[in-house]
């Protein structure tokens, strides 16, 4: 489907399964698109944990080709941030998941993304789940963030990894840091995605409960 967001347009895909009781907004900027295949099977094992999932591509087709080019958008995390509240407004007219509590999951910058409105909007996001993000580039937001959070992150990918580990200590809520063994930024070693969907999921069931509607505000 094509969300209108401001005066652009993004594809997006929602899928939602039988009794959800729960919703995923998946933050994906220039590094990491719908169509990636680790969130595509990410979003799978949500949809067996009965988690309904909103897969959107944050950057339109050409910021996208200028992207590949310059990474000059993917870093824009006020424009990313700005885009997913949008969405979580039009989640929230959507009657199928208007009620449903709500979490985001980030990759790459798109944890940045993630990570800046669930501290501009604390009572709105129910939990956060960050894929090898960038938490550095959030700023003093850090600090204003509730919501339970999980820092993934392979234990080879040393600069990030690190990154992850500092922020730990600026973030005043429920925040754990989860370590792949073994894996590097992409996670393509053998196993280590599906331990990502494994802890993704089981955070995400643990956190998003039916309470309501929750309001943007």
Do not use: C
């Not at 209108?4 to 959800?20: F, I, M, R, Y």
């Not at 295949?37 to 339109?60: E, G, M, S």
């Not at 990313?80 to 009620?99: I, Q, S």
């Amino acid at each position: 489907m094509q969300l209108p967001v401001g005066d652009e347009k993004l594809a997006g895909e929602l899928s939602v399964p039988e009794q959800a009781t729960g919703v995923v907004l998946f933050a994906q900027g220039g590094d990491a698109s719908r169509h990636s295949p680790r969130n595509r099977y990410i979003a799978d094992v949500l949809a067996q944990r009965k988690l309904a999932t909103l897969q959107v591509d944050l950057l339109t087709l050409k910021e996208q080709v200028v992207d590949r080019e310059t990474v000059r958008y993917r870093f824009d995390i006020p424009l990313l941030a700005d885009r997913l509240l949008n969405l979580m407004h039009w989640l929230r007219e959507r009657p199928e998941v208007a009620t449903l509590p709500l979490g985001l999951f980030g990759s790459g910058t798109g944890g940045s993304a993630a990570l800046y409105v669930a501290g501009e909007r604390p009572t709105s996001v129910a939990a956060v789940v960050a894929r090898a993000g960038r938490p550095d580039l959030v700023g003093p937001v850090l600090t204003d963030i509730t919501a339970p959070t999980l820092l993934i992150v392979g234990s080879r990918d040393i600069v990030v990894a690190r990154i992850n580990r500092e922020a730990l200590t600026w973030m005043p809520g429920v925040v754990s840091l989860g370590v792949i063994p073994d894996a590097t930024h992409l996670f393509a070693e053998p196993g280590a995605l599906e331990d990502v969907a494994v802890r993704t999921a089981d955070w995400f069931t643990q956190y998003l409960r039916p309470v309501g509607a929750r309001a943007v505000g």
